[in-house]
Nanobody
Framework: VQLQASGGGLVQAGGSLRLSCAAS????????VAWFRQAPGEERKFVAA???????TYEDSVKGRFTVSRDNAKNMAYLQMNSLRPEDTAVYYC???????????????????WGQGTLVTVSS
């Protein structure tokens, strides 16, 4: 499966962005879709994930501000980001895999398929 992330940009603190992840090559209906981010000088970290059954998981700092969703009919996933903060500045990546188990959901190594990343910059 090929993934294309989009929707990044420059936004002021408190603003919103919606990231999209388009999958092609096969359906990802049975996959877990996850979003990770990598800030400058830091490691890539888990942000959110949505399993095949719609169950969502979030990193603590984005709970209540970010919402992950998916549209299997369109082979699309989304990350709605509200109340953005300067510390949310990062390159955001989507990733999918059909073999992710719940205990491994936050780990980069659980995902074999990655998009190219989209830059989100939040100004103060």
């Amino acid at each position: 499966v090929q993934l294309q992330a989009s929707g990044g940009g420059l936004v002021q603190a408190g603003g919103s962005l919606r990231l999209s992840c388009a999958a092609s090559g096969r359906t990802f209906r049975a996959d877990t879709v996850a979003w990770f981010r990598q800030a400058p000088g830091e490691e890539r970290k888990f942000v959110a994930a949505i399993r095949w059954n719609g169950h969502n998981t979030y990193e603590d700092s984005v709970k209540g501000r970010f919402t992950v969703s998916r549209d299997n009919a369109k082979n699309m996933a989304y990350l709605q980001m509200n109340s953005l903060r300067p510390e949310d500045t990062a390159v955001y990546y989507c990733a999918v895999d059909s073999s992710v188990i719940l205990s491994n959901l936050r780990s980069q190594t659980a995902y074999a398929n990655w998009g190219q990343g989209t830059l989100v910059t939040v100004s103060s």
